[in-house]
């Protein structure tokens, strides 16, 4: 039987919202997904609701010790997709946050998937294989946001990194994406079901996890999921300055 293009994948930050779904998503095709997170218990609640075989490991991405088990694990299994999804936000203005947050933020939004994406474009040249990288951005990627400074940056950061490493790379029979949700129905907000009852913006996190792995399997560098999202984006690059 002909393999899936994605048969072994890593998702970072399964524990949770549109890490899970990915998960959940990729497990209906795969033989294997790596499920990485700090909450086990959690991951494996991730792990139940899959249809496929997964491994969990324990790891936070903004430590050096979480971050080298993680790479470790791209040096010595092989991985059709890499998905760089764990975050988080920073609401609020700049200087009312707490430094050790923001460089937190920066560490697991930016650092981490800087390292692990190097290992894993190197060990796929090194062993010439062909892969994909799913970066996780944000429709804030686009424009700058007052309230929420270092997080739109970081997402800025990440959008800029995956063009340029598709651009290199595709050649090479890596793909590099970016998935571009916008406000999606999880943990990362402190009540999601409230935030459901008051907008028409969201989406279910079930939702986006389905248009990534189909714009993965187009070979899409950016995805969008949603015209909603779309004209934010479209919008956003030229309102930002009035919010
Ligand atoms: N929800 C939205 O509206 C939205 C919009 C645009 C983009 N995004 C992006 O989507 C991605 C997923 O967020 P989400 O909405 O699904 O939020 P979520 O439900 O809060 O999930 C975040 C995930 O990241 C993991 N994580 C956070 N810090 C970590 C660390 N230090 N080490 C390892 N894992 C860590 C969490 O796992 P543990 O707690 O187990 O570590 C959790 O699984 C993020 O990159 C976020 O920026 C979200």
Do not use: W
Not at 27 to 37: D, H, T
Not at 55 to 62: I, K, N, T, Y
Not at 177 to 205: A, M, V, W
């Amino acid at each position: 039987m002909k393999k899936n293009r994605f048969d072994v994948s890593l998702v970072t930050g399964a524990s949770s919202g549109i890490g899970r779904s990915l998960s959940i998503e990729l497990s209906k095709k795969s033989s294997l997904v790596y499920l990485i997170g700090r909450n086990k218990k959690e991951l494996l609640l991730t792990e139940e609701m899959m249809t496929g075989p997964s491994e969990v490991v324990v790891a936070d991405l903004s430590t050096q010790a979480g971050l080298s088990k993680v790479r470790k694990l791209i040096k010595n299994q092989h991985i059709d997709l890499l998905v760089n999804n764990a975050g988080f936000g920073s609401g609020g203005y700049f200087h009312e946050r707490k430094i050790e947050k923001e460089m937190s933020l920066i560490n697991t939004n930016v650092s981490a998937v800087v390292e692990l994406t190097h290992s894993y474009i190197n060990e796929s040249i090194s062993s010439q294989q062909k892969g994909a990288v799913l970066n996780v951005g944000s429709v804030v990627s686009f424009f700058p946001r007052p309230s929420n400074t270092t997080y739109a940056a970081s997402k800025a950061f990440i959008r800029s990194f995956t063009d340029s490493l598709n651009r290199k790379y595709k050649d090479h029979g890596i793909l590099v994406s970016c998935l571009y949700p916008g406000l999606t129905f999880t943990n990362f907000f402190e009540n999601p079901d409230s935030l459901r009852k008051h907008t028409i913006l969201g989406q279910e996190p079930e939702h986006v996890a389905k248009v990534a792995i189909k714009g993965l399997n187009k070979n899409k560098r950016v995805i969008i999921p949603g015209l909603k999202n779309k004209i934010i984006i479209f919008l956003g690059k030229y309102l930002y300055k009035y919010f």
